[in-house]
């Protein structure tokens, strides 16, 4: 069973762009989460998405977006980059995202300059 | 912000001692999940212990859940270079209508020398 897939692994923007991370989940998992991960605030929650319908977001500005497509895959939306967004973007696959294991990709790593 | 706290943040060893990691968390749960990240990569899921659980055992990997004290420790035994990582606490908590979320700490780097 192939794993959670991430692309593209390594990015770097420069300010002011946007982003586009893409997140293709274990097949049958339905739930696909995303988090942001950098060394001074560790892994923050961004969003969940369950059969196309964001079910929870975490405390992120509005230029963090995303969406999930019909079959399963996800994709994160980052708009007006700025260097605070530098950072380790993991997505997580879950069959059901309710109080059972999440698989994770190798993650993005997004370089804002 | 965090649900869970590792302590302690670091933690040095030598091959073949005993790891102890201890998480403490703030709310009710319905469970708690143990991770392990090598550097730079993704997270990898080591075992999972429901709220009316009290100890998981997963091969070298022993975890206890106290809810009273809002509390778990993870405990690797006879460890191995290859254990060096930084390991994470995650508790499941109820978010909103049929949505629970995954909520980490800030983990424990582990470095196991040979």
């Known amino acids: 069973k192939a794993g959670v897939t991430q692309t593209p692994r390594y990015l770097i923007k420069t300010r002011g762009q946007q982003v586009t991370l893409s997140c293709s989940p274990i097949?049958?998992?339905?739930?696909v989460s995303w988090y942001q991960q950098t060394p001074g605030q560790g892994l923050q929650f961004l969003f969940e998405?369950?059969?196309?319908?964001?079910?929870n977001k975490g405390n992120f500005p509005g230029r963090f977006s995303g969406r999930q497509f019909s079959n399963s895959r996800s994709e994160m939306n980052v708009s007006t980059l700025e260097l605070g967004d530098s950072a380790l973007y993991l997505c997580?696959?879950?069959?059901?995202?309710?109080?059972?294991?999440?698989?994770f990709g190798q993650g993005t790593r997004l370089t804002v300059v | 912000s965090q649900q869970g706290e590792e302590d302690p943040q670091a933690l040095s060893i030598q091959e073949g001692e005993n790891a102890t990691m201890n998480c403490s968390y703030k709310t009710s749960i319905n469970n708690l999940q143990w991770y392990r990240q090598n550097s730079g990569r993704g997270l990898v899921h080591l075992i999972l212990i429901r709220s009316n659980e009290r100890e998981k055992h997963s091969g070298r990997l022993r975890v206890t859940l106290d809810t009273s004290k809002k509390s778990s420790s993870l405990l690797i035994t006879a460890s191995r270079a290859a254990d060096t990582a930084s390991y994470f606490c995650?508790?499941?908590?109820?978010?909103?209508?049929?949505?629970?979320?995954?909520?980490f700490g800030k983990g424990t780097k582990l470095s196991v020398i040979p």
């Open positions: 097949s049958g998992h339905r739930s």
């Open positions: 997580a696959s879950s069959q059901s995202g309710r109080g059972t294991e999440a698989f």
């Open positions: 998405y369950f059969s196309e319908t964001q079910r």
């Open positions: 995650a508790t499941d908590i109820r978010a909103g209508a049929g949505s629970y979320q995954l909520t």
